[in-house]
């Protein structure tokens, strides 16, 4: 890059898709180094080169990485972990494992080819993990798995921490007793690896020691009318029990609701996992002081710009307030994101601004109070050097320290003190800063805007905890899953590309639908092993009689279930006769 008139190139900084960022060193030639050992697949790389009058210089490239053999387990079946050799009869099994020499650059989805011509992010990118299970009497069944970030729970300070890299799981309800073998099949672009040990891969199923575990709910073999267990025990459900993240949508707000209830009193909620956006773009962190579309908060996303091959982005001013400049993060779920006290942060925006005028810029405050004006904090220290001007896909990165924090809180995305001029946001990233070019797992739950390509470990992890808790109590949970009225879902053309009039969510067969797939493949991976999981509901209060996409959701969850967990939909209205 060669510099403005009377300026000289101050630094040049890179950063990939991916999360890997960094500093080049140099004068006239810069040099760099991106170590791409685990980083197989597609990596999607910004370099910008900024001179000493701010003005940035960017190159854009994607640098797809083969490594040489194809994709198996770390350690082969030795390096799968169990949480027991001994697992009682419909209680949790789980194996845990890492991948070598994948080049999935998107863990989340599995790998799949001949998708529809605008899901290139997806297209040959995603892994497919499973788990092969056999029973005592030979029977066979196949129990996807998914991608997991650990997390640290600590209940004297109430807080959530992400630990160390992310992992992958496979989980399973055995439901015959005797001794179980397993393998784990792994799929990507490189190719397919089945690890197979009967010695290691193996664990025994013993009987219920706990009187509430009696399996699975089911509808009665004898009278439809009614529920009964995997056992035979008739399900009586009394409602209302104990929900899941309610409140404040942490695991802590679960304790409170059991605490509440109490175990055998009332054994039946129905609970809104939509309300914790696991997926989709409904209750999103990010929709505070945005106008409502509809029942639900406003989510700001656009589909008029968008980073690479991706489909939308938060734009600034709001797409339904023009006069408002900013939006704020936590009046959704304000008691997650938790953080270390007295601990640097490194921030990054991935941003895209055209005209933005002004004395000020875009900049984001983390920790912040609850403001009343977009430019309330305007003369205090940036995390966030102003973005400013018409220029294109950038990063722009920051330090910030917690203080004494140990929850982020509210945090503020503005254009402060700007009096024209629009911005694009593709992802905002907060890591702990660990030296040495290192930094530490994601602290923000939804960083990345195009939320329907992955989920939610945050809040993922607090229904893990949740429908563990309600199991051993002998409760359940009627889980929503979506909001019919899901922004991200409803603007995603059949052919995979962003579509600006909405209305796409329940389109059969489209690039929406498969999406949607991707969630549901998610929940019984994640899920489907807890007998605590009385029904998935697609939706709340849909169109009476609008019964097809529930029923594909249902065909599909029956097709990859092996406990074959009952599905339903809600309507607003009655229904129709059959």
Known sequence: ????????????????????????????????????????????????????????????????????????????????????????????????????????????????????????????????????????????????????????????????????????????????????????????????????????????????????????IKVSGTDKRYFEFSDGTPFIGVGPGPGIGAGGGTSFDTDSEISLVGSGNSNLSRTWMSGTNVAGSSWAPWTANIAYEGNYPGTSLTTEEAYGDSIFSFTLPQVNNPTERCAFYGFVQPNSSSIKPNTNYQIMMRVKSVGVTGSGGLTFRPGVAWPNTCDLFAGQPLATPYVTGTKDWHVVTGTWNSGSRTKLGYALITLENVTAGRVYIDEISIREDLGSGQYGPEVLPRSKFNVHEYFSQEQSWTWDYGLDELAKIGAYNKIVIEEKGDFAFNHISPYGFGYDQGLQMQIGGGASHKYQEYFWRYLTARYGYSRAAHSWEFVNEDAPGNLYFANEMAKYFHSIDPQKHLATTSFWAGIDNP
């Open 1 to 216: 890059a060669s510099p403005g008139n009377g300026s000289t190139i101050t630094r040049v900084e890179w950063s990939t898709d991916r999360g890997a960022k960094g500093t080049a060193t140099g004068t006239t030639n810069w040099n760099s180094t991106l170590d791409l050992t685990n980083q197989g697949g597609k990596n999607r790389l910004i370099v910008n080169a900024i001179d000493s009058n701010g003005k940035i210089a960017r190159k854009e490239v994607v640098v797809d990485y083969r490594p040489t053999n194809k994709v198996t387990i770390q350690g082969g079946a030795a390096g799968v972990t169990q949480n027991a050799a001994s697992v009682e009869q419909y209680e949790k099994f789980e194996a845990t494992f890492n991948l070598q020499d994948s080049v999935a650059s998107n863990p989340n989805v599995p790998f799949e080819t001949g998708l529809a011509a605008g899901m290139k992010t997806i297209e040959g990118n995603g892994v497919t993990v499973e788990g092969i299970f056999t029973s005592p009497s030979g029977n066979i069944f196949t129990q996807p798995g998914f991608f997991y970030q650990p997390y640290q729970r600590n209940t004297a300070t109430q807080q959530l921490l992400a630990q160390s890299n992310p992992v992958f799981k496979i989980r399973f309800s055995p439901t015959q007793l005797g001794v179980w073998t397993y393998q784990v099949k792994v799929t990507d672009a490189s190719g397919t690896t089945t690890i197979s040990d009967s010695t290691r891969l193996r664990f025994t199923s013993t009987s219920p020691t706990n009187s509430e575990n009696h399996g699975f």
